[in-house]
C-alpha cells in the first residue's frame, strides 16, 4: 500500500476537483425532462415492493397498484432529498468549515464547494420528478415518516454528548449513504 502524505492526498483531491467539468451532472445539459416519461411504463419497480405477490394485493385493480407504484417513486425521490440536504450536505460544510484537522486547503475546499453543487443540483432532479410524477398521476402529497436510515441517524445523534462526535458521525453517515445509495 503506498505510504500516505499531505502531497499525494492534495495531488489526488487537485485531480477529482479538475475533472468536475467533465463528471458533474449539473455541467451536462438537463438531465430530467418531463417529455420523456412514458405514461404505459410504471414509476417504479414491482419486484422491490415487498408485498407485491402477495394475494391480497394482487387482488387489487391495475390503476391502484399503478398509484401504489408512483407513490413509491415519490417516496425513494423524498428519502434520497432527505439524505442529500439533511445528510451529505451538512457533511461536506462541516468539512469546508474545517472543523476537522487536515481540511484546510484548497483543493479540500474546491471539492468540498463542487460536492454541495451537485448535491443540491440531485435535490432539484429528485424534487423535479416528484412534482411532474404527482401532477401526472394526480397523487395527493402525503405526508410519510422519513426513511429508516435517517431515522437511525438521529437516534445515533441524539445518544452523543459531544458535538465533535455528532459532527464526526454526521460525516461518517453521509460517506456511507453516498457509497451506498443505489443500494437504497
Do not use: C
Not at 397498484?65 to 415519490?74: E, G, I, P, T, Y
Request: no cysteine; net charge negative; glycine share 2%.
Amino acid at each position: 500500500m503506498p505510504e500516505f502524505s499531505v502531497e499525494t492526498m492534495t495531488t489526488t483531491l487537485e485531480r477529482i476537483a479538475g475533472a468536475w467539468q467533465r463528471r458533474a451532472t449539473v455541467k451536462a445539459p438537463d438531465v430530467f425532462d418531463e417529455r420523456f416519461l412514458d405514461d404505459s411504463l410504471p414509476d417504479y419497480p414491482s419486484t422491490l415492493v415487498p408485498f407485491w405477490e402477495h394475494p391480497d394485493f394482487q387482488a387489487h385493480d391495475e390503476a391502484l397498484k399503478n398509484r401504489l407504484l408512483s407513490q413509491a417513486w415519490v417516496n425513494y425521490n423524498t428519502g434520497t432529498i432527505t439524505a442529500e440536504e439533511q445528510i451529505a450536505n451538512p457533511a461536506f460544510q462541516l468539512i469546508l468549515s474545517e472543523r476537522f484537522p487536515g481540511t484546510a486547503f484548497e483543493s479540500m475546499k474546491k471539492n468540498m464547494v463542487q460536492s454541495l453543487v451537485d448535491e443540491h443540483y440531485h435535490t432539484y432532479m429528485h424534487l423535479t420528478a416528484n412534482m411532474a410524477t404527482q401532477r401526472r398521476r394526480g397523487l395527493a402529497k402525503l405526508r410519510l415518516p422519513h426513511s429508516i436510515s435517517y431515522r437511525h441517524y438521529l437516534v445515533a445523534a441524539a445518544d452523543l454528548p459531544d458535538q465533535w462526535q455528532r459532527d464526526l458521525l454526521t460525516v461518517v453517515w453521509a460517506i456511507v449513504s453516498e457509497i451506498s445509495i443505489n443500494a437504497y
